[in-house]
């Protein structure tokens, strides 16, 4: 199977988390999306989320309908911080016959040298890059080399959609709509849990 791993906090997913999924499985001839709900990313260790209970309920309730589209706990369940090469090796630990697929953003392409065994990373996984809302050009910045096993980068462009769940965290802790913006599905479990009603 092609199968595609889009991580994130999700806090909360959001439509331009699906809209990114649903592009790059058509770009790239994905038979399935996991989106991975990160427990303890390590690079945002110490901030305060939502509980992953709530995150992983509402990623569930956003792909549900989508038969491509699933949510996998394989990094909430395990003690953090979670680092991309551990869980990219975990997946390929249960799933050896799988070619895997890692989503990332213009933006963590840059960073990707700085994260722990970039070069494994690339062994396990086809880096999928997709352009962001101000970053979609790298400029005469070089491609970071990644070793002679590397899979080469696949490129994705998507719509620019300029939402963020940290807009969206502001807009329900001061009361305001969010009404297209997350799954109508997605906005009454958070309406029904009280979710985001003090600023993170």
């Given at each position: 199977m092609r199968l595609g791993l889009f991580g994130g906090t999700f806090d909360p997913i959001h439509l331009g988390h699906l809209i990114l999924a649903e592009q790059c499985r058509e770009a790239c001839g994905l038979e399935r999306v996991w989106f991975v709900v990160a427990g303890e990313p390590p690079h945002k260790r110490g901030l305060a989320r939502t509980s992953v209970?709530?995150?992983?309920?509402?990623?569930r309730l956003a792909v549900a309908g989508h038969s491509a589209f699933e949510v996998s706990d394989v990094e909430a369940v395990r003690p953090g911080p979670h680092y991309s090469v551990e869980t990219l090796a975990e997946v390929k630990r249960l799933r050896p016959d799988d070619d895997l697929f890692f989503l990332i953003g213009a933006d963590s392409l840059v960073d990707l040298p700085t994260w722990r065994e970039p070069d494994r990373i690339t062994q396990l996984a086809t880096i999928v890059v997709v352009n962001r809302p101000g970053v979609e050009e790298l400029g005469d910045r070089p491609l970071p080399e990644f070793g002679p096993d590397s899979k080469p980068l696949q490129h994705v462009t998507i719509p620019p959609i300029g939402i963020a769940s940290h807009d969206?965290?502001?807009?329900?802790?001061?009361?305001?709509?969010?009404?297209?913006?997350?799954?109508?599905?997605?906005q009454a479990y958070i309406d029904a849990h009280q979710l985001y009603r003090a600023v993170f």
């Amino acid at each position: 199977m092609r199968l595609g791993l889009f991580g994130g906090t999700f806090d909360p997913i959001h439509l331009g988390h699906l809209i990114l999924a649903e592009q790059c499985r058509e770009a790239c001839g994905l038979e399935r999306v996991w989106f991975v709900v990160a427990g303890e990313p390590p690079h945002k260790r110490g901030l305060a989320r939502t509980s992953v209970a709530h995150r992983l309920e509402m990623a569930r309730l956003a792909v549900a309908g989508h038969s491509a589209f699933e949510v996998s706990d394989v990094e909430a369940v395990r003690p953090g911080p979670h680092y991309s090469v551990e869980t990219l090796a975990e997946v390929k630990r249960l799933r050896p016959d799988d070619d895997l697929f890692f989503l990332i953003g213009a933006d963590s392409l840059v960073d990707l040298p700085t994260w722990r065994e970039p070069d494994r990373i690339t062994q396990l996984a086809t880096i999928v890059v997709v352009n962001r809302p101000g970053v979609e050009e790298l400029g005469d910045r070089p491609l970071p080399e990644f070793g002679p096993d590397s899979k080469p980068l696949q490129h994705v462009t998507i719509p620019p959609i300029g939402i963020a769940s940290h807009d969206l965290r502001g807009r329900l802790a001061e009361g305001r709509s969010v009404r297209y913006l997350v799954p109508r599905a997605v906005q009454a479990y958070i309406d029904a849990h009280q979710l985001y009603r003090a600023v993170f």
